[in-house]
């Protein structure tokens, strides 16, 4: 099945100011669109959102790599909607698949981030927190591997 | 005289994505180049960046109102400067003003900027400090009224 | 009444990347917030998408002069509201008002955007064609001057 | 060798507005900076700016795929150079190595970008021409594998 419903998915329209003078997305808006995504993951699925990561719980989980393919160009008005998967949960790194689909279903584009949790002051790798990992397996049970 | 050589200016080239599908400059990227420019004025000729201003001082400067008027549309690849004026010096209050022009002097857009001192953690208005405002009517005294 | 159902408004939360180091908005981002505004008042109340208006009506809606008063200053993960008002319908011209609210009601930032209309491929004012401008009668009438 | 001096780069510095409530760069502004030494590479080196390769060449170069790995983190004031190197050059098909130093050479993100060029206005893929593969491949003569 190309989407279940159980994915988490964020909506958004392509705006004119994402759209370059060919008239389709430019590339780095993609990778806002990806980041805008992962924050709300963070907020809805994990439970905690980036600022109590960071002051709250004094921790961070900076982006270490990403990548991403573009397939179809985006361009202004299209409704779509960014999944995020969870392919990979290590003890201090985490490492997620972003879906972008317009309402048919269609791919445009496809990243993949891995981020790593570290400890405030002195931003070492620390273990990803026992009650977010909970939420993030929860998560894999319910969407699957796909 | 359109453009003085004493007034602080910063360069930059109009990118392809600072602009829109109608091929001319997205409007909201007029205030990044006004407020780049603001925070080069800062760094440069105030001689305090805004990050020793915030953590190093515990003040702020944030922008209380920002107006622009588009004169001409900037398009990508033209080189342009952002020039920086003192308009205003108060006890707790500045007022810029930004002039976008290209190298033959033809200005594109104006902005004006007004920021106010504030002193971290309560924000209240906080007087400008001596050293800075030194700073600020020695730029005023050399570039004039204009 | 501090805002009606009737006014057109825009929802978002307020992203960790519309944020800078100090932890609250970046000045630009307000612009930004309310362009994208303005852009869907254009698609859903006036009825014409920013693409149809250049590329299928040949026309352009510039903005010429843009002013924002920053009230109170936007944290990450808010949510919030860019409600759009019309202040003044002109032959070729248009005034709108933006005022950002948290869901409590509270004003964020309120900023005033004057738009001409203009003819491709020679950019010269032209008036407002009578549908949208019947759509926008309408929406004022509907919303009142407040 | 760090860096020779023959390696195209573009210089800046991060903004504030670059940099997110965590005080360093914003994950998705790597690949504005990515791209934008990318455009520079295209008008300088290649000889073609976006604008005239879209509406004068007929052609187009949309980026397929981009990763980068981050490696240390930016923070505002930091004055950078994002180097640009061709790592491939096939028929119709680029690939890009970009690296951000610091003014010690020190690395701070190193991204890949795979670009096609394309035909207007079907968008099928269309060999580099001639005058833009000899100027490439003279750059890579200069700059080395490095």
Known sequence: LAKAGDIFAVKRIVSWGDC???GIIYTPR???FATEALE???RDVIGVNWMDLNWVRHMGAPTVRAECDFIKALKPDMAIEIEVRVLKLGSASLTFG???RD???DAYFKA???ACTIARPD???TPIPPDMRA???AYRAVCGDN
Do not use: M
């Open 20 to 22: 370059d003078p060919a």
């Open 30 to 32: 993609a990778f806002d």
């Open 40 to 42: 709300a993951f963070w």
């Open 98 to 100: 972003l879906t972008c």
């Open 103 to 105: 309402v048919a279903g």
């Open 112 to 114: 993949t981030y891995v």
């Open 123 to 125: 931003f070492k790798a």
């Open 135 to 137: 939420r993030i397996e």
